[in-house]
């Protein structure tokens, strides 16, 4: 065999080696995910939520990151609030911990699970907001530095810390008020317009649509009366708003509002989502 024959078939074996590294490096990093578990969970260390201190409120800028006028997430466009200034809802609330521990958030900054933090699809990142369980009555005071939670029963997204503190970590989720603070105006300890006492006082819905034509909330109304089984259908009118609102129940869970809000779903009405009331 010539020489120049010989180094022709090594140059080959160096190309053909080269190939695969790089293709075992590519599978390899197609299986990997950005997060080190694949399930979400509590870490091994627990926090006494006597001994949690609340965020302090303080005034700052509007982070460099996740605060464009509007962005898109599974399909579904979400607009920023250009405040949070008299932000107030009731809804469900969920929490993250140990999978997310570590990585990013969408304003930049680390994500602390033991940190008092939370993820808001549309207030301006940062912001700062008090959170009470409405059927405990604790309450904990949060910064908002992320996006989320993308499931549309649920209205904020807490960090372990938080969730401990508001004592919702062993069922997942809760039923809770968010209320924006302005931090230029905010004491510790000051009072704040408190929900009714816990226990009862709230109730969950799945809301099927919102109108500003009472003739279509009640063409949406008679079509849903055939259709939600026993939940009775109730259509109602909010003048701060003026919308007319379509809302199933009361239900008596969140896994049954969930399950009823995935069947108005898949009829084919857009956007289906539990409300607290």
Known sequence: MSPWRSLTMLRRTHISL???????LF???CSTSRYSRAVD??????LDPDRIADAVPRSEPRSRYGNPASYVERGRRYTVMQSARGYVERGV???????FHGHRT??????????MTAAHRTLPLPSYVLVTNLENNRRAVVRVNDRGPFHDNRIIDLSYA???????TATGTGMVEVRAIDPDSWRP?????????????YRLYVQAGAFTSRVNAERLKHRLDSIAGHHPVHMRFSSTDRLYRVHIGPV??????????ERISALGIARAHVVVD
């Open 18 to 24: 080269a190939l695969l590294l790089l293709l075992s």
């Open 27 to 29: 599978l390899s990093a």
């Open 41 to 46: 969970g509590a870490p091994s260390r627990s």
């Open 93 to 99: 609330a969920s929490w993250y911990g140990a999978k």
């Open 106 to 115: 969408s304003s930049g900054e680390t994500y602390d699970m033991y940190a």
């Open 162 to 168: 938080a969730a401990v503190k508001l004592g919702i």
């Open 189 to 201: 300890g000051q009072p704040v317009p408190s929900p009714a006492p816990a226990g009862g006082s």
């Open 252 to 261: 008596s869970s969140v896994e049954a509002a969930d399950r009823l809000a």
